[in-house]
């Protein structure tokens, strides 16, 4: 991998302090998701937690891309950081006056996924910025990796936290880890866009970014197998409080190994990807979908599994899978855009990486009470297999030349 991007200060910076806040953040989804389900005992409820949170991400990503891409996007980051700040002491303080319902948690679900929606560009603007312009695939690689990681590392984070602390001191600590990242962005110093958006409207920038994603193979096929992704992989990830105390009744010290297992699926992922070859730098979204094969294999044993200890192995690896997906497609689009279009274009990858796993998790928590867990995972694992078949299909038999990319579309 090449690791040039470490060789710039304002990069380093920026890396290590958002691995704070990253992790404070999906530390934050274990704790709201457990929460759901210690209130109500509900996977619909987990589940509409999840969309609730995730939703505003899809709706609102793409506005957020286009103003992200006319302003300076270290102040962005600032509010961003700080809005998420509030929003956790804000959680921590219902918690802390044992005032704490299914309307807190939903405000709360409903608050942070705004933020969410403007972090998503602002993230994916800043890092191609603290670098020169030959350094750009490296910081890249490294900000996926650290984001797709810590997607996974959080909630393992978070889980641990609940066992030995409780939800309401973890939700503090949650809060106190974006001041490594705060502290980061002040002494940052961001180069600006090399453009500014061609047209003259703000509709007309949305358009653009639109027209831009959707018209480059590479880039779709990236943002079809993302959402596949999404959808069924971290669906299932995101309902493991369900799982854990739900199907196992193993409670909060059950969805503390189940989430230290799916942190540790996806560290192994983000390494295996730091070590992978040079030879294997190009053409990657195959590769991808084939993992994401592994990991929808994986969906349909835990349906199938009545033992704990291989429902463990079994997150874990389909942790693996959904870093590693994540990292290969986020880092494909990237690399095939530039910093006039980039928040635009990156905000589509996370409304449709983000709001389609609450979807996903929404879709699973209903089905559950319906058709019961082995069902709902027997059935998302044979529509998720077919839909990626097609994709590998579609793509070696395809007579028209391959794009930059070599995708799947």
Same mark, same amino acid.
């Given at each position: 991998?090449?690791?040039?991007a470490?060789?710039?200060?304002n990069f ?10 990253l992790?404070?953040? /999906?530390m934050?989804?274990?704790i709201?998701g457990?929460?759901? /389900?210690?209130l109500?005992?509900?996977?619909s409820?987990?589940g509409l937690i ?5 939703l505003?991400t899809m709706?609102?990503?793409p506005?957020f891309g286009v103003?992200i @891409?006319?302003s @300076? ?11 998420f700040?509030?929003?956790a002491l804000?959680l921590w303080? #219902?918690?802390h006056?044992?005032v ?7 405000t709360?679900?409903l ?14 603007s ?6 020169a312009?030959n350094?750009?695939p490296?910081?890249v ?12 590392t ?5 889980g /641990?936290a609940?066992v030995q602390i409780?939800?309401?001191p ?9 001041f490594?990242?705060l502290? +980061?962005?002040?002494?940052?110093r ?5 453009t ?5 409207g703000f509709?007309?920038?949305?358009a653009?970014?639109?027209?831009f994603?959707?018209? @480059?193979?590479g880039i779709?096929?990236a ?8 959808i069924?992989?971290m ?6 409080p369900v799982?854990?105390d739900?199907?196992?009744a193993?409670?909060a010290?059950?969805l503390g ?6 942190g ?7 390494l295996?990807?730091v070590?992978?070859?040079?030879a294997?730098g190009r053409?990657?979204?195959?590769l ?7 990991? #929808? ?7 199938l599994?009545a ?16 870093a590693?997906t994540g ?6 689009i ?8 980039? $928040?635009?274009v ?14 996903? +998790?929404a879709l699973l928590g ?9 069902a ?8 998720? $297999? ?7 299909f579609?793509?070696? /038999?395809?007579?028209?030349p ?5 995708g799947? @579309?």
């Open positions: 991998m090449n690791l040039s470490l060789n710039f200060r380093r910076l920026y890396l290590a302090g958002n691995l704070f806040a992790n404070a953040m /999906w934050l989804r274990i709201v457990w929460l759901a /389900w210690d109500t005992g509900s996977a409820f987990v999840a969309l609730v949170y995730f505003p709706l609102l990503g506005i103003l @891409d006319r @300076d996007v270290r102040r962005a980051a600032i509010v961003v950081q700080s809005l700040l509030t929003a804000g303080l #219902v918690q006056l044992e704490l319902g299914t309307p807190h948690l939903l709360y679900a608050v942070s996924g705004l933020i969410m929606s403007a972090h998503g560009p602002v993230r994916m800043m890092a191609p910025r603290l670098v312009s350094d750009i490296s910081a690689n490294f900000a996926s990796i650290a984001y797709n990681v810590s997607r996974m959080g909630p393992a984070i978070g /641990w609940i409780g939800t309401g973890a939700t503090l600590v949650t809060a106190f880890c974006y490594p990242f502290a +980061a962005l002040s002494l940052l961001v180069r600006q866009a090399a500014k958006p061609s047209k003259p509709l007309g920038d949305l653009e970014g639109a027209r994603a959707l018209g @480059d193979a779709r096929a943002l079809a197998l993302a959402a596949i992704a999404s069924f992989i669906g299932v990830l995101e309902i493991l799982i854990a739900g199907v196992f193993r409670g010290a059950g190994l189940l989430t230290a297992s799916s540790l699926g996806a560290i192994v992922a983000g295996g990807l070590l992978l070859p040079p294997f053409d990657r979204l195959p991808a979908a084939v993992i994401s094969l592994f990991g #929808v294999a994986c969906i349909a044993g835990l349906g599994t033992s704990w200890l291989a429902a463990i192995g079994l997150v874990a690896a389909m942790s693996a899978a959904a590693a990292i290969i497609c986020q880092s494909a990237q690399t095939l855009i530039g910093d006039g279009m980039r $928040g635009r990156m905000s589509m990858w996370a409304s449709i990486a983000i709001g389609s796993s609450a979807m996903g +998790a209903i089905s559950v009470e319906f058709l019961g867990l082995g709902t995972l027997a059935f998302s694992a044979i529509a998720a $297999g077919l839909l990626l078949v097609a994709g590998l579609r793509r070696r /038999w395809k007579s028209r391959a794009t930059r990319s070599g799947l @579309d």
